[in-house]
T-cell receptor
Framework: SQQGEEDPQALSIQEGENATMNCSYK?????LQWYRQNSGRGLVHLIL?????REKHSGRLRVTLDTSKKSSSLLITASRAADTASYFC????????????FGAGTRLFVKA | DAMVIQNPRYQVTQFGKPVTLSCSQT?????MYWYQQKSSQAPKLLFH???????NEADTPDNFQSRRPNTSFCFLDIRSPGLGDAAMYLC?????????????FGPGTRLTVL
């Protein structure tokens, strides 16, 4: 079964607006990661947040983690057309291992 | 620049005709992964290598095999492709597979089965 579920499935906004994507997961985690995928390309790592962190920033990205609700959000501020992509949250099962579970992804479209 | 390279970027094969996809890395990472990603879906792990140790996911069909002749190269063999195997195949690497590891992805190979 899929560990991460994301909403919305698709999001269309104007350039300059903020975009918020949410991810929920089912089991306990050590950390949660966000990846971006441009159309027809591989995934690119954006940010990692550990289970003992509540918020993390990287440039225009802000990630929050609520382990009590088993959810995370990714906020992209002042969006640009180049941010158009799919965004996936990813988790690993407790104790490590190699099976990263990706959420279904949010497809973001930023209109210029 | 250190990177993950996949060849070919686009592959067309016929139903039942074996096909091999290749992946190479210049990162010298221990772990290499193969994912299958169908349209508008999340990547799904097929298998991974930790160094020379091969680990198959329980739900990966027998039709899919992999080889890692050395640290740099890893191959995905599809013995008898079916129409349902049409997908993007993503290769990724990581240093050790630790939970804090970042995975580095190649650009993918899009497989079409006629």
């Amino acid at each position: 079964s899929q560990q991460g579920e994301e909403d919305p499935q698709a999001l269309s906004i104007q350039e300059g607006e903020n975009a918020t994507m949410n991810c929920s997961y089912k089991t306990s985690i050590n950390n949660l990661q966000w990846y971006r995928q441009n159309s027809g390309r591989g995934l690119v790592h954006l940010i990692l947040i550990r289970s003992n962190e509540r918020e993390k920033h990287s440039g225009r990205l802000r990630v929050t983690l609520d382990t009590s609700k088993k959810s995370s959000s990714l906020l992209i501020t002042a969006s640009r057309a180049a941010d158009t992509a799919s965004y996936f949250c990813a988790t690993l099962p407790p104790g490590g291992g190699f099976k990263t579970i990706f959420g279904a992804g949010t497809r973001l479209f930023v209109k210029a | 620049d250190a990177m993950v390279i996949q060849n070919p970027r686009y592959q067309v094969t016929q139903f039942g005709k074996p096909v091999t996809l290749s992946c190479s890395q210049t990162l010298n990472h221990n772990v290499m992964y193969w994912y299958q990603q169908k349209s508008s879906q999340a990547p799904k792990l097929l298998f991974h290598y930790y160094d020379k140790d091969f680990n198959n996911e329980a739900d990966t069909p027998d039709n899919f095999q992999s080889r890692r002749p050395n640290t740099s190269f890893c191959f995905l063999d599809i013995r008898s492709p079916g129409l349902g195997d049409a997908a993007m195949y993503l290769c990724a690497t990581s240093v050790s597979g630790a939970t804090t590891d970042t995975q580095y992805f190649g650009p993918g190979t899009r497989l079409t089965v006629l």
